[in-house]
């Protein structure tokens, strides 16, 4: 496989479940993202993770926790969610200091709270 | 601090007609810049990029950017509007030199294309 996969792509959970979305990136990058996209509303960027630590937490919920294992992994753990968190999440990956090759992402996963 | 403003959440063009969509930017460095593009429910799929040399930059399917530095803008462009150029596109700015490359995204722009 290459480029950055996202798993599952679809993804219906109530208010009291737990799951976790999983992206992998092929592409030897160092540097990993979390965004979420609501409808009408801009991107918006979640966390980041550089070289496996994270960098950057956007005043994200609680009930969103990332883990990045190694530089190829990234997962998002979501628990105990709310209506309001139902959005596309898109995962991406990027070089450090090779900006100029912008960031990969994944299709994404569309997650229904319901 | 960057920033990205892109004039116009939807714009609407007739098959065959000229598409332009407009970002500006702010950076206090010279930047690098970028389009996206997404079609519904995919990721966003890099289209071009301006990074430093020639100021106009062509992309995929045809579309093609300049950055223009005294006016701080990068518009995309694209001489003949097609029904599969149906998308949200999106502009972004990297700061050169930045610790891992970070970019801020404008918040898009919805092209519609009519028959």
């Given amino acids: ?114 | 601090a960057q920033s990205v403003t892109q004039l116009g959440s939807h714009v609407s063009v007739s098959e065959g007609a000229l598409v332009l969509l407009r970002c500006n930017y702010s950076s206090s460095v010279p930047p690098y810049l970028f389009w996206y593009v997404q079609y519904p429910n995919q990721g966003l799929q890099l289209l071009l990029k301006y990074t430093t040399g020639a100021t106009l930059v062509k992309g995929i399917n045809g579309f093609e950017a300049e950055f223009k530095k005294s006016e701080t803008s990068f518009h995309l462009t694209k001489p003949s509007a097609h029904m599969s150029d149906a998308a949200e596109y999106f502009c972004a700015v990297s700061d050169q030199g930045t610790s891992y490359g970070k970019l801020t995204f404008g918040q898009g722009t919805i092209l519609t294309v009519h028959p």
């Fill in chain 1, 1 to 114: 496989e290459t480029g950055v996969t996202q798993t599952p792509r679809h993804l219906v959970m109530g208010m009291t479940n737990k799951k976790s979305l999983k992206c992998e990136q092929h592409l030897g990058h160092n540097a990993m993202y979390w965004y979420k996209q609501s409808a009408k509303k801009p991107l918006e960027l979640m966390f980041v993770y550089n070289f496996k630590e994270q960098t950057e937490n956007n005043s994200v919920p609680s009930r969103f926790s990332p883990e990045c294992p190694n530089s190829s992994h990234l997962f998002l753990h979501l628990h105990t969610l709310q209506p309001e968190d139902s959005a596309l999440y898109l995962c991406a990956s990027s070089q450090v200091d090779r900006e100029y090759y912008g960031y990969t992402f994944g299709s994404g996963t569309r997650l229904t709270v319901v």
